[in-house]
């Protein structure tokens, strides 16, 4: 997934080109702390299980949204 940071406008984007920036809000605002106004950051959407290991399962389930970090 990237950050894309142009100004006032922050995305989410995935691979696919669908952009999170909705479902993920608390990523758009820890992006929006950040003091650049211009910024592509690439990472990973993940949901990390108790053993700190990426459960994709549950990224894509949709179920634990609130629990996805970009990593």
């Known amino acids: 997934m990237m950050v894309i940071r142009d100004d006032h406008r922050l995305r989410l984007i995935s691979r696919g080109g669908i952009d999170y920036?909705?479902?993920f809000r608390w990523i758009v605002?820890?992006?929006r702390?950040?003091?650049h106004k211009q910024f592509i950051i690439d990472g990973e959407a993940v949901v990390l299980s108790l053993d700190g290991i990426a459960d994709f399962n549950a990224l894509h389930s949709r179920r634990h949204d609130e629990l996805v970090q970009l990593a």
């Open 21 to 23: 920036a909705g479902r």
């Open 29 to 31: 605002e820890a992006a």
């Open 33 to 35: 702390k950040r003091p």
